[in-house]
């Protein structure tokens, strides 16, 4: 079935730093969809989005629906300690059952 | 407007036993899906409820079921556990098609001793 790559696994940074990760996979996908969770709660909505190339922001986050639909990229500016947490995408194929297909996360540390 | 709710919050059960969970969706909100979460497999996708009918399901056992009721709150049942079914479940709700924006739960942490 549909697979989600998502890079990198890891981050270790530095408060103030810029974060970027991205998930790709083989098959296009009509919808991307980025979560946050923290330890102990279920993954939270950050964004959502819908069509090819589309560039929404929320607050300090930043993700593009990318333009072969095979890919989507998150990106967090100015990392400040509460950003701590695992991120996941999530995309819907067009192909396929109806149902999201999730990553495997990129766990964000912030040294302070 | 209230989150989705999921109980119980934690849960120590014996292999061989059964479990049920329960989750109460958003307001107005009537598909409910259901993940398994491990450290290993990360989120699983169990099944998906749509107005009390099953519309899609993952590639898991026949031990995990769930139903939808009429107010759409949903619960799922594990029989005969294992202790590989120790994880974390979660479940999720959205208004309409599983695939739009989807909210989750806190979860029910399941422990298989």
Known sequence: GQQLNQSPQSMFIQEGEDVSMNCTSSSIFNTWLWYKQEPGEGPVLLIALYKAGELTSNGRLTAQFGITRKDSFLNISASIPSDVGIYFCAGQPSQGAQKLVFGQGTRLTINP | ?113
Not at chain 2, 26 to 37: L, P
Not at chain 2, 40 to 67: A, D, I, M, V
Request: net charge positive.
């Open chain 2, 1 to 113: 407007k209230a989150g989705v709710t999921q109980t119980p919050r934690y849960l120590i059960k014996t292999r061989g036993q059964q479990v049920t969970l329960s989750c109460s969706p958003i307001s107005g909100h009537r598909s409910v899906s259901w993940y398994q979460q491990t450290p290993g497999q990360g989120l699983q996708f169990l099944f998906e409820y749509f107005s009390e009918t099953q519309r899609n399901k993952g590639n898991f056992p026949g031990r995990f079921s769930g139903r939808q009721f009429s107010n759409s709150r949903s619960e799922m049942n594990v029989s005969t556990l294992e202790l590989g079914d120790s994880a974390l479940y979660l479940c999720a709700s959205s208004l309409a098609a599983s695939w739009n924006e989807q909210y989750f739960g806190p979860g029910t942490r399941l422990t298989v001793t």
